[in-house]
């Protein structure tokens, strides 16, 4: 494999922090240290602040639609053609199976494609305003951005942040999670190599507690663009609050899989362990409140079990693997104590619950019935491979408890009745929610959360209009 990537990516260079910290990495399959990353302190954070913001003056945002369109395909072109790199970084890093992390490098490869083809059908509009003369809105970029990424999938998410940001004409200084800032790293070099200027896109690996407030409240960050925990987003937001700063927060969830018995349940039971065991469960998205119609409870839990119990939670770089292990082992024991809530007050751990392997930090995926709606794993986002199952009877209490929840990300939907699918997509209150699939996640399309989930949107056409401020222009006739 070619060299690691290391040190910090400020000015088109990689360069050593000014203070010499460095933060170990390791690999949660084997639990050995991959390698030391340099971890910036707030002198680094300064002085890439400044470095994008002089780029950001000195010409970025000067560039033709037709120019930044230009960098950004060749990002997207060399991002493909180092996706097998990227793919064997993450694996190694954050013990995501190699066959997911293949998909989510082109994912990334494919975010670029689509705002580099955005920056040009990007438009402002025409009013017709009652004073005669012409009116018309231009959409502008802001400056420099700070994008604060977490770890569990680091590749994508800082490209769907990066890339809208850079096509509306800013420059950004991302901050991937400590855990995983290789493929963070490995972006800023390519970006670089692709064409695009020292400064625009700078790459700080360092501990968020350490350097997190010196990003966001810098006088020159205009727009904080985080993905990660309720609890510190909510912290971003009142410390951007006082420089009114622009924000977007995508946060945790606890979302629902609210399956009727007039839906293909066999499907639904197959498909269904996925949507909450995919990335080991390390997913804002994870469908871990399963909402099933009683008369369908029994078979659902059957099929369901079955299926999970097939999942292969194996060596995430073998080709084979579906379910690899958590990210560290703080993570794991975070798990672990939720089960552990479970089984105290006598609920049925059908499937899992146990450690698997002697190294690594593998957890089975773990079904749990007969919880009651207070206990902490029917309530808080635990993060991990665990899912509980209750029955309902009556869909409008069930869609009151569906909502009885701080969070509104992402759910799913089951059912044949088109209508009865219309009614309650409409009254979930989360922000994407899918119909007869487990899956929320499109380019094109707008991501985020409804309450305590988010603020804003990623991707598609409104994360650009995000990373822009709107100017209305009177013309005088
Ligand atoms: P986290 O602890 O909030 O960390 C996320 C990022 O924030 C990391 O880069 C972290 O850096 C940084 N950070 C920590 N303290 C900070 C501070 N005081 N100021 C500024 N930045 C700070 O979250 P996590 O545990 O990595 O990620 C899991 C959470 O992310 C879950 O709640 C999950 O639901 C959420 N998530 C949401 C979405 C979504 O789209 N809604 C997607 C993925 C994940 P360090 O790593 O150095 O601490």
């Avoid at 180092?82 to 998909?103: H, Y």
């Avoid at 490098?105 to 990007?122: D, N, P, Q, S």
Wanted: proline fraction near 6%; aromatic fraction near 8%.
């Amino acid at each position: 494999m070619n060299e690691l990537p290391t040190q910090l990516f400020i000015n088109g260079e990689f360069r050593k922090p000014a203070k010499g910290k460095s933060m170990p990495l390791v690999n949660p399959a084997t639990e050995e240290t991959i390698v030391e990353v340099a971890a910036a302190t707030g002198e680094d954070v300064n002085s890439a602040i400044e470095g994008a913001h002089r780029a950001y003056r000195q010409g970025w945002r000067d560039l033709t639609p037709g120019e930044r369109t230009e960098i950004l395909f060749n990002i997207a072109r060399l991002l493909r053609e180092n996706c097998e790199r990227i793919a064997q970084l993450e694996c190694q890093n954050v013990g995501k199976p190699i066959s997911d992390a293949r998909d989510e490098a082109g994912l990334g490869a494919r975010v670029f494609e689509y705002y580099a083809g955005a920056i040009t059908k990007f438009t402002g509009q025409t009013i017709p305003v009652s004073r005669g003369g012409f009116d018309f809105t231009l959409r502008q970029p802001m400056g420099v951005v700070a994008a604060i990424v977490p770890w569990n999938f680091p590749f994508p998410i800082a490209c769907w942040k990066v890339a809208p940001a850079l096509a509306a004409g800013n420059s950004v200084v991302l901050k991937p999670a400590s855990q995983s800032p290789l493929t963070a790293l490995l972006l800023g070099q390519i970006a670089h190599q692709a064409g695009l200027p020292p400064g625009v896109l700078q790459v700080l690996p360092g501990s968020g507690q350490e350097i997190g407030d010196v990003l966001v409240t810098h006088p020159l960050v205009r727009k904080i663009s985080f993905t990660g925990s309720t609890a510190i987003g909510s912290r971003i937001m009142e410390l951007a609050s006082r420089g009114l700063k622009r924000i977007s927060l995508e946060l945790g969830g606890k979302s629902p899989n609210i399956v009727f018995a007039d839906s293909d349940l066999d499907r639904a039971a197959t498909l269904s362990p996925m949507s909450v065991f995919a990335n080991t469960g390390q997913d804002c998205c994870a469908r871990s409140r399963v909402f099933v119609e009683r008369s369908a409870f029994d078979r659902f839990v059957e099929v369901f079990t079955a299926a999970t119990q097939q999942l292969r939670v194996e060596n995430p770089t073998g080709e084979t693997c579906q379910i690899g292990p958590l990210v560290s082992a703080g993570q794991r024991n975070v798990v672990e104590e939720f089960v552990s809530s479970a089984r105290d007050l006598g609920r049925k751990i059908v499937t899992g619950g146990d450690r698997l392997f002697d190294k690594g930090y593998y957890l089975k995926p773990t079904v749990i019935l007969q919880v009651e709606p207070n206990d902490r794993v029917w309530r808080e986002e635990i993060f991990g491979p665990v899912v509980c199952i209750r029955p309902f009877d009556d869909e409008a209490a069930m869609i009151e408890e569906v909502n009885d929840s701080p969070y509104g990300l992402s759910g799913s939907l089951w059912t044949n009745d088109l209508r009865r699918a219309l009614r309650v997509a409409r009254r979930v209150e989360s922000g994407v929610l899918s119909i007869n699939s487990h899956s929320s996640l499109h380019v094109e399309a707008p991501f985020g959360g409804f309450k305590q989930s988010g603020l804003g949107r990623d991707l598609g056409m409104s994360a650009m209009e995000g990373y822009t401020e709107l100017k209305n222009v009177y013309v005088a006739e």
